[in-house]
């Protein structure tokens, strides 16, 4: 959910310019004469979705007048630095928004209260076991993941036509190996400096590690593995197909168009819009962009991303890391927290939410949606993803952050920008990547 960075300083600006104080006036489930207030930190930065939140706070408090809920705007860009300095100054919300890869050292710390007493029985059932694993350390359950998002490709239809490159159903996803023959056939002529008119695809490599590591699951690839009770990094060759095709339309088939290593989703909507580029792999959420700010006439179609042909299962697993509600282990009324979590996690509130944030909610009655069935903007190619999506190998690694910051995305941007081969690749993600993680593991 790191995607949410490209809105910068106007995201904190919209988040009504939400800093380091704002949490520390949160309560954990402070007392009042007339009941319990509970503070409900939202990360919600899109227009539609901060309405629908803000909507269902109400209806929670006309409803329970006892049991009131105070909306606290907060920003992905930095919740996690906040929650921490709430969490050691004992002022932390109550209800937590967030994203699963950001719970592991919370949950670890204690700063999170363990949920499986808490959980009703219906929203367990609701919820797939492979979601419920993307919130489980230790044994215990630290939140419970509500929205989920896959990888799709956004094409421009024209431009597939005239290619004579059919789009593949929702449910039939080319394979890799068509996909680079498709980026070959929708590829522009040379042009001098082994530039071309148009790429075939462009990938917005700003944050090459999440993509890199999650698309392995499609070639049968995890990078992360439990071994002897420990997690330890490998990069064997299911872990390095995908980062490897990726290197091989940059540097030899020039397929991929070179100038958007460093950029964002956002980044290359408009050259994506210009004709430069006929394909973009983006997050399902990049399609409200796509409509709001595409030219008039531009036709554009949501594919389903490549699947892998060596990986169990089809290939067509990806890895995710879903947003999620938790309780502070400091909520000093923690029912009440939870039953308002339960609350926002109904079939109806879910769809609602997902449709806001035009990504997938988790639960299977709300994913039934006809909303989300639509073959309009995509919807229907997202919904067909769902029992595809697992937990990210990421999850739990406790060094993760540190592994990602410090060796993993520069390791991957000097791979991708032609530094160094597969083989570099490996001895830095393996070799200092494991030191890392040793330390956290002794």
Wanted: proline share 7%; charged share 25%.
């Amino acid at each position: 959910m790191r995607r949410r960075r490209l809105l910068g300083a106007a995201l904190s600006a919209a988040a009504g310019g939400v800093g380091g104080g704002v949490l520390a006036g949160c309560g954990t489930g402070s007392p009042r004469p007339d009941g319990v207030l509970l503070d409900y930190l939202s990360l919600a930065w899109q227009k539609e979705s901060v309405q629908v939140n803000k909507a269902l706070v109400a209806e929670w408090n006309r409803a329970h007048p006892h049991s009131r809920v105070r909306y606290v705007q907060g920003s992905w860009d930095t919740v996690h630095d906040q929650l921490l300095t709430s969490f050691e100054g004992g002022s932390a919300p109550d209800v937590i928004h967030d994203e699963a890869g950001d719970l592991t050292d919370f949950a670890y710390g204690g700063y999170l209260a363990d949920l499986r007493g808490l959980l009703p029985r219906a929203l367990r059932e609701e919820i797939p076991d492979r979601l419920w694993r993307t919130t489980t350390f230790r044994g215990g359950v630290h939140g419970v993941p509500i929205l989920q998002e896959p990888r799709v490709l956004v094409a421009n239809r024209k431009l597939l036509e005239r290619a004579g490159a059919p789009p593949p159903d929702a449910g039939a996803p080319w394979t890799w190996e068509r996909f680079e023959e498709m980026a070959r056939r929708l590829s522009g002529e040379a042009r001098g400096g082994g530039l071309r008119s148009r790429y075939g695809v462009a990938w917005a490599l700003k944050e090459p590690v999440a993509q890199s590591l999650n698309l392995a699951l499609t070639t049968g690839g995890r990078v992360f593995y439990r071994e002897g009770g420990r997690n330890v990094v490998r990069f064997g060759a299911r872990d390095a197909a995908v980062p490897e095709l990726i290197r091989r339309q940059l540097r030899q088939d020039r397929t991929a168009a070179p100038g958007t290593l460093g950029m964002s989703g956002s980044d290359v909507l408009p050259g994506f819009f210009a004709g430069r580029y006929a394909m973009v792999p983006l997050n399902l959420s990049y399609r409200q962009q796509v409509r709001q700010q595409a030219p008039k006439g531009f036709d554009w179609v949501t594919l389903p991303l490549p699947r892998g042909e060596a990986a169990s299962g089809g290939g067509t697993e990806q890895g995710i890391s879903p947003q999620t509600l938790s309780v502070a282990q400091d909520c000093a009324h923690k029912e009440a927290a939870m039953a308002f979590i339960a609350f926002l996690a109904r079939p109806g509130p879910l769809a609602r939410l997902a449709k806001g944030d035009w990504i997938l909610p988790t639960g299977e009655t709300a994913l039934r949606d006809p909303a989300l069935r639509t073959r309009a903007h995509g919807w229907r190619t997202g919904a067909l993803s769902a029992p595809d999506l697992v937990a990210s190998p990421s999850l739990g690694v406790r060094g993760y952050p540190e592994w990602l910051d410090k060796v993993a995305t520069p390791a991957f941007q000097e791979f991708y920008n032609g530094g160094t081969d597969v083989a570099g690749l490996r001895e830095r993600l393996v070799g200092d990547g494991n030191r890392v993680l040793a330390r956290y593991q002794r």
